[in-house]
């Protein structure tokens, strides 16, 4: 059985990898003075809270709380916004600017090229893969056939090292 991840000991690492303070957090959660700690000391939150606390500190949920990934983009309404606050120490964000929720085209556009960067990666590697097996089948039979394998041996390192 695998072990039981403590939300509230991942939110509390969230926060602290945030750089905010729980004073700080609780004003822009909007929740009493105790909560937070409460929340903390919980094996087990609301996913909604969870939701709302990644957003509001900009984290990526899926290295606190991987369960949530796919929730991230279905729990919360298309084109809905989370308020962070009116003061100037809201975490990177000027006064009452809200933070939408859906991915934007700059967030888009980085996912395709890095989607494309992967299959132009793994192709390469398959690539390389071959070109080994054919340096492999060509140096065998010239290093069967001279006198310890010079041959191969040159042709090994003048491609190898040009």
């Known amino acids: 059985m695998l072990p039981q991840i403590n939300d509230g ?3 509390r690492k969230m926060l602290d990898d945030a750089g905010v303070s729980v004073e700080r957090f609780r004003n822009l959660m909007k929740v009493g003075k105790n909560t937070p700690h409460n929340w903390f000391s919980s094996l087990t939150l609301p996913d909604k809270h969870i939701l709302k606390a990644a957003h509001i500190l900009r984290m990526d949920i899926g290295n606190y709380f991987p369960r949530l990934v796919g929730k991230a983009s279905t729990s919360l309404p298309n084109n ?10 809201d975490v990177g964000t000027p006064h009452s600017q809200k933070v939408p929720t859906e991915l934007t085209d700059c967030q888009r556009q ?4 890095q989607q494309k960067l992967i299959e132009t990666l793994e192709q390469y590697n398959k690539l390389l893969v071959e070109h080994n097996q054919v340096l492999r089948s060509i140096a065998r039979p010239i290093a069967g056939g001279g ?14 090292n040009p």
């Open 9 to 11: 000991a991942q939110l």
């Open 80 to 89: 809905s916004t989370i308020e962070l606050g009116n003061t100037s120490q």
């Open 110 to 113: 980085l996912l395709a090229t």
């Open 147 to 160: 006198a310890g394998g010079g041959v191969a041996h040159s042709l090994h390192n003048a491609y190898v």
